[in-house]
C-alpha cells in the first residue's frame, strides 16, 4: 500500500447497525466512559440510569458543493492540525431514555434530576482544575 493509498483507521458510529437497541446503548455508554482527552475521563457512570459527560472537544469540519458542483471540503488526516475545535458542552446522558442528552439548562427544571446535576456541576470544577494544572 503505498502512501497515496493508505487510510487512517477510525471507529465509525456505523458499527452500531450490528448490534440490538440495548447492546447499542451499552456500547455507547462504555465507550463514553472510557473516553479520554488529555488524561481526563470524559464520561462517569452516576447510577444505573445516568453518566455525566464533561470535557473532550470536537473538530469542526465543513463540506460544500462549490459553483461548479464539486465537493470542496471536507476531512484530510494531513490537515488534522488546521481544523478548529469546539468544547463539548456537559451534558447529562438518560441510558434509561436511549441515551438521551440532557443539557444543564433543562436538567435545572428537572427536581429528579438535581442529584445527578450536582454531580455535573462538580465534575465541570473538577475538569476546569484538570486543564488549568495542565497549562
Known amino acids: 500500500m503505498t502512501e497515496?493509498?493508505?487510510a487512517a483507521k477510525f471507529f465509525m458510529p456505523e458499527d452500531e447497525?450490528?448490534?440490538s437497541p440495548v447492546e447499542t446503548l451499552r456500547m455507547r455508554r462504555f465507550h463514553r466512559q472510557?473516553?479520554?482527552a488529555g488524561g481526563w475521563m470524559v464520561g462517569e457512570r452516576f447510577d444505573d440510569r445516568y453518566d455525566t459527560e464533561v470535557?473532550?472537544?470536537h473538530m469542526v469540519v465543513t463540506q460544500s458543493i462549490d459553483e461548479n458542483g464539486r465537493m470542496v471540503g471536507g476531512f484530510d488526516?494531513?490537515?488534522i492540525e488546521q481544523y478548529p475545535t469546539e468544547p463539548n458542552?456537559?451534558?447529562i446522558v438518560d441510558y434509561g431514555d436511549d441515551?438521551?442528552?440532557i443539557s444543564v439548562q433543562e436538567?435545572?427544571?428537572r427536581p429528579e434530576l438535581a442529584l445527578v446535576l450536582a454531580r455535573l456541576r462538580e465534575r465541570v470544577a473538577e475538569h476546569a482544575k484538570h486543564v488549568s494544572e495542565r497549562r
Open 17 to 19: 447497525f450490528r448490534f
Open 55 to 57: 470535557g473532550g472537544s
Open 99 to 101: 441515551g438521551k442528552v
Open 77 to 79: 488526516i494531513a490537515k
Open 34 to 36: 472510557h473516553l479520554s
Open 4 to 6: 497515496q493509498t493508505a
Open 89 to 91: 458542552a456537559p451534558i
Open 107 to 109: 436538567a435545572e427544571g
